[in-house]
């Protein structure tokens, strides 16, 4: 598959360690690529990345060897949207879930016809991006959809405590799950992916996996159902590692390496299983994993990047997981996924009634762990527009688009 990627212009959203590894590696591949942050971090997370580039390097795991790494040099680093925003016809939105609103009030009101936006990981953004266009902008044509999680796992590289402008990929996926909000948009939304460099380890490995609307993307990643249940579980040996446990290095912790058992996957599965229920009363599929799969010290993420099949043993070491944390209860592990992906799950079963006791559970620890409310600060149905709408005003407004009239005329006042 030979392809010309230069004309092919991208704005990223968000400097942290996913917009800075997708930035680039789409400038390696040839994209041209704009690089753009909230001013209010770009003093700190821009700083010199006009000068510097960015530097791709690590493991890159992956079952068909794919590797890109070198220095990119962006062609626009700026806090200043419109201007990223001019000419790309793709938008990609690379920050955690917990900044999605921030970023969506300035985007969409500049948002133009023919723009396709990629959300990534979703986690049920594309919902909300839809309701502020519905409020700000409801005519103008544009793709939105997310993946259940982005092409790596990557950790920006410090050194001595300053950031070093490198980023370390532990991993590169070989498929992702993908939807468009409608799903209507799906074959051009999943088809753009093949224009932008950062996709290429799914695009030439076993391909993008369309998913059954933007729910399904939700319910598939992987994210809450491993870090939710391995952070609460392994708490102690998450606090105690490098502090008690003699000769351990903290910086070497992976809740991956040095929490997961049998006992934690049991529960891991258990909080799976209560997503399926959530997903077959709602009437959309998700991604399927056998319980198998889940006795493993890669865990369902081993699929992501080895494949089916891909199995680490819990009576080996996983190296390829050493240094990813979480190092304290007060990570993204917790504070975004519970939140936000446990939080949603809770209110979609009282709306259709399902009971979720496991995930539950997790909210009420958490809560209790880190001293706050998650049932009160979590995202509601209401903040991703759909509180109001019934089943089968639900499944149209995700597939065809339709929104109820007189629901649009509420949220628009």
Not at 105 to 131: C, E, M, T, Y
Not at 245 to 267: L, R
Not at 366 to 387: K, P, W
Request: with cysteine; net charge negative; glycine share 10%.
């Amino acid at each position: 598959m030979t392809r010309d990627l230069k004309n092919e212009v991208v704005a990223v959203l968000g400097a942290g360690a996913v917009g800075r590894s997708l930035a680039a590696d789409c400038k390696l591949a040839g994209n041209t690529v704009r690089l753009y942050d909230l001013p209010e971090f770009a003093k700190e997370s821009l700083k010199d990345l006009d000068k510097s580039g960015i530097e791709v390097e690590g493991f890159e795991w992956n079952k068909y060897n794919f590797r890109r790494s070198g220095i990119a040099h962006f062609d626009l680093v700026t806090d200043n949207l419109e201007k990223a925003l001019d000419g790309a016809k793709y938008v990609i939105v690379a920050v955690p879930s917990i900044g999605h609103d921030a970023f969506f009030k300035k985007l969409a009101p500049v948002l133009k016809d023919g723009q396709i936006v990629h959300i990534l990981p979703d986690n049920f953004g594309s919902l909300k991006l839809r309701k502020e266009l519905r409020r700000i902008q409801s005519d103008v044509r544009v793709i939105i959809g997310g993946w259940s999680s982005t092409p790596y796992g990557t950790r920006i590289v410090k050194q001595a405590g300053i950031d070093s402008k490198r980023v370390f990929f532990r991993y590169r996926a070989i498929s992702l799950r993908g939807a468009a909000l409608p799903k209507a948009d799906q074959e051009e939304f999943l088809e753009s992916s093949q224009s932008l460099g950062c996709f290429d380890s799914v695009t030439f490995g076993d391909g993008a996996a369309s998913g059954d609307t933007v729910l399904d993307i939700g319910f598939s990643n992987v994210n809450p159902t491993l870090h939710c249940p391995g952070s609460i579980l392994g708490a102690a040996v998450i606090e105690n590692y490098g502090r008690v446990f003699g000769g351990n290095d903290k910086s070497d912790f992976s809740i991956y390496s040095h929490v997961y058992t049998e006992s934690v996957s049991e529960v891991q599965y258990a909080f799976y299983q209560e997503e399926e229920q959530l997903a077959q009363k709602i009437g959309v599929e998700m991604q399927h994993y056998p319980k198998e799969t889940f006795f493993s010290r890669s865990n369902i993420l081993g699929p992501e990047y080895m494949g089916d099949g891909s199995f680490s043993s819990f009576d080996e070491q996983f190296e390829m997981a050493f240094g990813t944390g979480p190092f304290d209860i007060q990570n993204r592990y917790v504070t975004e996924d519970i939140p936000v992906a446990c939080h949603i799950y809770h209110e979609l079963g009282k709306k259709f009634g399902i009971e979720t006791p496991v995930i539950d559970s997790i909210i009420t620890l958490g809560s209790a762990m880190l001293q706050r409310n998650f049932y009160e600060e979590g995202v509601t149905l209401d903040d991703l527009g759909i509180g109001q709408l019934n089943h089968d005003q639900l499944l149209d407004y995700l597939t065809i688009g339709t929104y109820p009239e007189e629901d649009q005329q509420e949220v628009s006042a």
